[in-house]
């Protein structure tokens, strides 16, 4: 019998994404071929995946690609096996189909061949067997637990256009060996709704959205993490414990001004940060006493910052709501506003009362943006 543990990472991964190999390259793959697919699928925390993948691609049994993955809107990393690597994979079933294995199934557990298992289910299945096994233990018949999305505090998704390059860089954080990305933005600029639209798209984490104003207790939010914990996995009791939680991803949204207990407990996250993944949304004009985390964390690779800017100009076009606007229109909306997310929306709407309150701009030149904003070509 195998003992636990004896087919190793690498193995377990070439064998997940065997079943996805086709002759033609398909139009979209499957969510299992991500990073985050091969964790939930081999059941390791997406942290160890980077490493695993680099060793297959690195030996030419994997290739990386960035294409379409259904369910998702935006091209993304995927991962599809070589014909080397198939090579690899009808070497390493042979032995497979040899060993013995404790197989557990309605209840009970018996000895069983990997030949037997592949008889009983099939030879796909019983390859996803095998490769997700626990401890030592095959499972069979065992459905996947579906992830806890706790997002009630999160913002709806609205109007969104263009940021891929940000997207873009996110999804490469999820697949780095990185702990925390801080996303940065004056207010206005859209870091709440980048961060909404990019947890859109990972739907096989566990998430909890924690929304922070300057009265969030850190006993209240540590409480709040621990409660999620708990919902993903019954024995979690900790904060520590909540940070070692793999495929889970904690956001904190609009991190600003915060008291000193609620900075040293995002000190602790960033010191003792372990398999979950931590992203916080911050305005650039923080106080410098506020924040929680230095130079040389970022120097390390623990923390990766993404400072954000204004919308492109076609952004800016579709955000206003008038694709035909006059040129030098939108280069003067764009000079005023520097793309601005916020101001762009209230333009759109005509929100004259808002834009007064949530801008320097004006009466008059709030009337100048409106009288831009309709100009056409």
Known sequence: MPEPGQLNVNDRVLLHLCRFATDVPPEEYPADCTQAGIAIAVGISRTHVPRAVRGLVKDGLVIELTARVKGHDRRMNVYAVTTEGLNNVDRLWKTLLTLSYPVLGDGKTTEMTGKDIEELVGRKRAIAAISQMRDGVVRIHETRRAPVRELKEAPAVGAFYGREPELKLMDDFMDSDAKVLVVLG???????????????????EDVLWAALTPETAAKELESKLIDFGKRVRKDVTTFSEVLGLGNAILVFDDYFSA???????????????????????????????????????????????????????????????????????????????????????????????????????TSEEIRYLLFLKDKTQ
């Open 186 to 204: 004056n207010r206005g600029y859209g870091t709440t709704a980048l961060t909404r639209k990019f947890i859109e798209g990972q739907e096989e």
């Open 259 to 361: 008291s000193d207990d609620l900075v040293e407990l995002f000190a602790d996250a960033i010191d003792n940060a372990k398999d979950a993944k931590i992203v916080i949304s911050a305005r650039q004009e923080t106080p410098a006493y506020s924040w929680f985390y230095q130079k040389k964390h970022v120097d390390s690779g623990t923390v990766q910052e993404l400072k954000i800017k204004g919308l492109d100009e076609n952004s800016a076009k579709r955000m206003l709501g008038n694709d035909k606007i006059e040129k030098d229109a939108l280069r003067r909306i764009m000079m005023m506003t520097r793309g601005q997310p916020m101001i762009l929306k209230l333009l759109k709407e005509e929100n004259f009362k808002e834009l007064k309150k949530n801008t320097v701009f």
